[in-house]
């Protein structure tokens, strides 16, 4: 009796990538609308504007798990809503200020807890698929050291932007009189890629299976 092959039970509730690009796309445009600081809102959602292109050009030779485009949809809206107010005035940011009684917007630390969480899922799915690091206890630790390579990087450019356009680029920096606003950054970026790694490594283990599963089969 021949067995009858099934497909894996998460392939019935597979996100269209197109949807995500779709979304990322109106996110962005509703934040282009109207804002004061075109500057300014290209520099807080340039990473949104270069990836989306990018995923969607390289998505038949490198198509990703339906978890990381999630993630990476979360993230470019983040961006997206952090550009549009600039992140020292979002309106969420000042709601959870005045409701807890802190001194300042918190959207900024969000944002950059953001920037571990979903780069780690990016980093594991790229280390996994491209190098011999696939189930060594090395994974884990050098995808960190990314994250935070990565956020040390975005400081140096928030520098180099302060440099250039000096009192013009407050609202990048959105320090918001803080004096160790870099290394809260980085900090809030460490904790997100421990976070994310700690909370989402098996099911993005399940689900680079049933990828790899359906670009071989």
């Avoid at 804002?35 to 990836?51: M, N, P, Q």
């Avoid at 969420?92 to 802190?102: A, K, S, T």
Wanted: glycine share 10%.
């Amino acid at each position: 009796m021949t067995a009858v092959r099934t497909a894996p039970p998460s392939t019935s509730r597979r996100v269209p990538p197109a949807l995500f690009a779709g979304v990322v796309a109106v996110g962005l445009a509703v934040s282009a609308w109207g804002v004061s600081d075109r500057t300014t809102w290209f520099l807080e959602t340039f990473w949104a504007l270069a990836g989306l292109p990018l995923v969607v050009l390289l998505w038949r030779h490198f198509p990703l798990t339906g978890l990381l485009c999630g993630l990476l949809t979360a993230h470019a809206l983040v961006l997206a809503l952090g550009g549009h107010y600039t992140y020292a005035q979002v309106p969420p940011g000042d709601w959870v200020r005045d409701g807890f009684g802190l001194s300042r917007n918190p959207y900024d630390r969000f944002g950059h807890l953001m920037q571990g969480f979903v780069p780690a899922v990016l980093v594991r799915e790229l280390l996994v698929r491209t190098s011999p690091l696939r189930g060594s206890r090395w994974l884990a630790p050098l995808t960190v050291c990314a994250c935070l390579a990565f956020s040390a990087c975005f400081e140096l450019l928030e520098w180099a932007a302060a440099e250039i356009g000096g009192h013009g680029a407050d609202a990048f920096l959105a320090t918001q009189g803080d004096v160790w606003d870099t290394q809260w950054d980085m900090f809030c970026a460490l904790i997100g890629a421990v976070l994310s790694l700690s909370l989402l490594s098996g099911a993005h283990d399940r689900q680079l299976a049933d990828l790899a599963a359906r670009t071989t089969g």
